[in-house]
């Protein structure tokens, strides 16, 4: 927990903590199991050691072990509260709704929670966050409960007594002091992770009997005794039978949970080294200097600022588009860290997750072995992978369900120093060697949320001991949508009752979400404070390429103090370069509408902004079309091609792998223009489509969705935007004149009157998938419903002579006004979670919590899984991923039709892409892979 030794006070109080932390750690590993000891899992483990097929337990064995442990905390005995459990105790509700207040309510926690948390679990119908209840643990319509079910099958005496003698040294040690809430809550989950750990660890090991040549074998499953789990299935030895004896298993667990719990505080992992440090945080040369002196001067701020106190920091990088966000989020990291730094890097893209795991190689000289670059898509990495090396010449039914069984990744790069103790976790994954050991994590935030995921398991066990040592950045923060913000919220505040220093990176980060987060990391903090110093305070700092660093005055306001600086920030001049203008949009001509006043906005674009090719009589531009999503992408880029002397590209995210790479790859190279436009006009292609263009005048249009928002390094002449909010305006907005900065005097922007949806006559919200509505609605606010949903009105066209970040901070535009409104609502009441308020202390517990405000929410319910493949004899032959049964596999079929269309242009046959797909050493069956929405859904 970012324990310190500042003084002896400080290190007597570590100590006492630390041995608090493993007792509670090891007794729970000696009680997690004692449920297994009646008849509820006993028969039916006997019946699984016979090859039995078994239903699963009517009360979890867990369950009843808290039943037990509860009495024995009032003074009964082991035995007496195991015999004492009727069915009508055992459905009662948890103790536990008062949350923890105690080392008893942790231990009770830690012991019912370690393989799944409390109910109620969410469903659709779920409406508001219900207290805690036994229908995770617990069916209806309870058999009898047993303790002895034979006189064989008991625990022992001598175990009993250990328990007991165990217990009461805990409950004396914890009685040396009053805490308050927070200090058991971070006892809770540190001692959660290393009891998972341990019994992880420990069921692993094959126990059985000795056979031949000292091999292991199962216990026979007629042997008198009580066990913990059934021979492996896939151990070498094959047979029904037992493996470990219920206490051999709990000793076991019970030393190995109090020693993780104290390597867990105690682990030394490899950080950046002094050099490493040194040249990231040296100043900028050569011509750059200038632009990114802001970086070396609030480097200096953040580094006084350490020297001053060691308390931890949350920073917010708001600095504009293209002043040096990533580089500078690593720069704030290493000057505000203690002692050799470690980074964990969160994006929301997978691809940008690769370009920055490069970048930070390339910008910051870190060698393979520091950067660790993590994602979920093997394929995706593979295609990267192959672009780089081109371009550089030089449980079966007994046992309970494995912990690490679900997630596939990909790790590049990175250190495996590990201490042997993290076995259970790198065993079972290799890859984690690197994820946990290397200096520099970068990965897509799916993995380090589930360190605010308590019931995610082994895998929130490796993204807490990732994040327990080392600090967070979380770039494009504000591009997730509201409710799945939760989720990293929930994260953040994990990171802070750890200690650690957390950066938010954003052009666009408006007050409501940076409140949010605030509140988040100060919720963490307070368990942090409780545990090393109560009088501790946070520092939280706003940097930004156009101001002197804000840093937050102790006990100030902070909705008021980022507030202030936003208004600040606005007030700043800046160049034009970006020029917006409203283009009307006839409603009642429904999509013919729509279309039409594309087509109008990207002629006027084209004309105003083309330039000479290359000194020759050909003019042409490149623009963007941003829209909502692919079905309207269809529609605008099929009409767009009727058009003359215009070439298209369609971009979106249900592409076969292959294309969509082809295109990223084309694009990046294309609209780099940190140099002008000398990628464009050395390319083969364009010259090539010039030369058989014989009009004067071509258009290189993109038809793309929000995958082009955020991430992609593009530099477009000009855009047209179709809103789903002020978010997508200002992000597409800073696709457009990125790099070269041209100042302007005529608009290079056109933001539509209104979206597709409006255009439909929808009824319910209109800024949605993607946008900032979803469940709720900003469309009946008083001072907006007059307005909604035309973006004459809902935009103050008077305050747009440029566009710039500032129009997402801006109230006075009657969109934003409404969206930070809607934001409030929907964080309010997980916040008060996150808090723990007075009616919400023992939610966080809950499965309800985590399945209501998941990362991702079911963004993948409707669609299909295809690919096309040769088909024996020649032609294509067309692949449905399907179930069937307990296996999933791919079946020919006719599909419905998918998303990917033919283009004008960067579009290629299936022969050509599945020429590329072995070119890039990618099987066919994997790079022409894409997502279909079902027809019948």
Known sequence: MGLNKTSSEEGSRDDFILKLLCMIAGVGGLVHDVGKAGSYFAEKLQRAANGCRVEADPVRHEWVSMKVLERMLQGTSMEEALRALTASKLAEKPPLQRGLVSAADVLLYVCVTHHRLLGPSFSRTTRSLARLD?????????????????????????????????????????????????????????????????????????????????????????????????????????????????????????????????????????????????????????????????????????????QATSAPLLLFNVASTGAGKTVMNVKAACAAALGKPRISYALNLRTLTLQTGDALKRDLALGRESVATMIGDQVTARLHESEQTADDSQHSAGNEEDIFDDIEFKVDGGSEQLPDWLAPITDKRPEWRRILASPVLVSTVDFLVQAGEPGRQGHHAAAFLRLMHSDLILDEVDSYDTESLVAILRLIQVAAQLGRNVICSSATLPWTIAHAIAEAYQAGHRVWAECNDPKSAHGVGVLNDALSTHWLSPGANFQDFYRRTLDELSAQPAPTTKIPELQPVNRQQGLPGFIAAIETSVERLHSAHQWAFKQSDKQISFGLVRVANIQTANDVAEALQRMPDMYVCLYHARDFVMQRHLKEKALDKLLCRKAGNQAIEQDADIQTLCNATATGSLRFVVVATPVEEVGRDHDFDWAVIEPSGSHSIVQTAGRVNRHRRTLVSQPNIAVLQYNMRAVRHQEGAIFTRPGPEGTKSFRKRPSIKEAYPDLGQLLNWQKLGQLTAGMAFDVQHPLVAGEQYLQQEVLKEPLKVLRRDKGYESVWMTSLFYGKYPLRAGQDELLEDWRVVPREGGGTQWEQLVRDGFTIHYMTKNPPRPDMRETSWLSWSVEQLWEACEGAGISIEEGMTLKIRSATK
């Open 134 to 306: 036994a229908t995770r643990h617990v069916t209806a319509n309870l058999l009898d409960f047993t303790y002895p079910i034979s006189p064989d099958k008991t625990l022992s005496d001598e175990f009993a007594q250990a328990l007991a003698q165990a217990l009461k040294a805990l409950c004396a040690n914890a009685d040396a002091e009053e805490r308050a809430e927070p200090y058991w809550y971070g006892l809770a989950w540190l001692s959660r992770v290393a009891l998972i750990l341990a019994d992880q660890g420990v069921s692993s090991i094959l126990m059985g009997i000795s056979g031949d040549e000292g091999k292991r074998h199962a216990i026979p499953p007629g042997s008198h005794g009580l066990y913990a789990n059934t021979w492996p299935k896939n151990a070498e030895a094959p047979a029904h039978g037992f493996n470990q004896p219920l206490e051999r298993h709990l000793t076991a667990v019970a030393e190995k949970a109090g020693e993780i719990a104290r390597n867990m505080l105690q682990m030394s992992l490899p950080g950046l080294n002094l050099e490493q440090v040194r040249s990231i945080l040296s100043p900028g040369q050569g011509l750059s200097a200038e632009r990114f002196a802001w970086q070396d001067e609030a480097v200096e701020v953040i580094r006084q600022r350490r």
